[in-house]
Each structure stands twice: as C-alpha cells, then as structure tokens.
C-alpha cells in the first residue's frame, strides 16, 4: 500500500485531537457533542485516515474513555449541497461515517474511463462542491483514496488506485482548496466492498472514496 500525504502526519492526528475536546453544540462550527460509547467506532473508522486499523480501534476506545466525549460534526448543509450537485442521479453516494467523517463514494462508471486516470466531465459539478465546501471551511480536510478490482497486475492496480486518487485531490486544488488541507491513497484491489469473480461485484470495487473529516482550528 503506498500513501502520499500532501499535508503532515499531524494532521492526520488532528482529527485524534478533535474527537478528544468535550464540546457543546457549536452550530456556527457544525460541532457538536458525542457519547463516550462512540469511541471505539470512531477509532475503527480512522483506519481510514491513518492507514492502520487496529492501531486506530486502540486510539479510539482510549478516546472514549479518558476524555468522555467525542467532537463529532455537523454535515447536513454540506452533505445536502453535494448531493444536489448531481452526485445523486450519478450514482455518487455521500454517507455519514461512525467516525464523524463525509464519505463522498465516487463509482468509476461516472468518475474514469476503464484503465484511465481522467476524470469524467460528469462528475466536476460533485467535486466542485466538495471544493466548495473545502475553501468555506477552514477546519475541514480531505482524503481520496483509490480502488481497483484484481483484474490485471498488482503493480498496475496500485499504480492507477494512486492515480486515480491523485486525479480527485488534484482537481480539488485547482479549484482553490489549499493542497496542504489533502491526502491521496492507493489501495489497488486490497480493500474490496463486492465480490471480484462478478462483473458487477469488479464494477462497485472500481471507485475512489473521498473523505472529508474536521480538524480543531
């Protein structure tokens, strides 16, 4: 697995940082105050951030219970304006994790080309509110990570998941966002969702995952 970290390791660590505050409802940040219980699930979903699931998991629980409440994120404004971007019609699932992070899914029927790195004109408006939502929100970061299916060699999968990925933050800094607020991740076809001996399953394993998560400012 290879991982290009545009920004420093501590950021990633940020994201450690704000889930540890104990926060009130803040609705002029989105922030706003989570149950204890949830550290755990948080530190599972940071394997994403952090490459390492079970060492995530270990940070997670050790959130929970030492500091008693976990800074979560209010996503529904930005959720709702990517979504009405087209992401919806095109297939483009955008979910709310466990660990407070926006999961903005990106199939490759609407995202590349088989075998290419070029984004599709379909999908700019999607990202071009992510951008949006980057340069609005200072406290906000972002993550793409690449799939492929396990079609073809290792070395080339890895190679376009990474290019892919590139593709996505690239894009993202063309439009304004600071390209130290992003990350790019290949996993080739390591971390499949479907079943690779199906055409359908390979066609879900195919997709980028873009994920933005919040930082203390």
């Not at 704000?18 to 706003?32: F, L, N, S, W, Y």
């Not at 952090?50 to 219970?65: L, P």
């Not at 409440?69 to 979504?83: F, L, Q, T």
Request: aromatic share 4%.
């Amino acid at each position: 697995m290879i991982v290009t970290k545009l920004t420093k390791l501590t950021v990633s660590f940020g994201v450690v940082a704000v889930m540890a505050g104990c926060a009130a409802t803040d609705t002029q940040g989105g922030r706003t105050a989570v149950g204890t219980g949830a550290g755990a699930a948080i530190g599972a979903g940071l394997g994403v951030l952090i490459g390492d699931s079970s060492k995530a998991a270990a940070i997670g629980a050790g959130i929970g219970a030492i500091a008693g409440g976990i800074a979560g994120y209010n996503w529904s404004g930005i959720k709702k304006d990517v979504e009405q971007s087209g992401a919806t019609g095109l297939g483009v699932d955008v979910t709310e994790m466990p660990d407070g992070s926006l999961r903005v899914n990106i199939p490759s029927h609407v995202s590349f080309d088989s075998g290419k790195s070029q984004l599709k004109a379909d999908l700019l408006p999607v990202l071009d509110s992510v951008a949006r939502a980057l340069v609005q929100h200072p406290e906000l970061r972002a993550k793409a990570v690449g799939h492929t299916d396990s079609t073809g060699g290792a070395d080339l999968n890895q190679r376009l998941s990474m290019d892919r990925a590139h593709a996505v933050t690239n894009y993202l800094a063309q439009r304004g966002v600071n390209g130290g607020y992003l990350m790019a991740e290949g996993r080739g076809p390591n971390t499949p969702i479907a079943d690779n001996s199906t055409p359908q399953g390979r066609a879900m394993n195919r997709r980028v995952e873009l994920y933005l998560y919040a930082i203390q400012q």
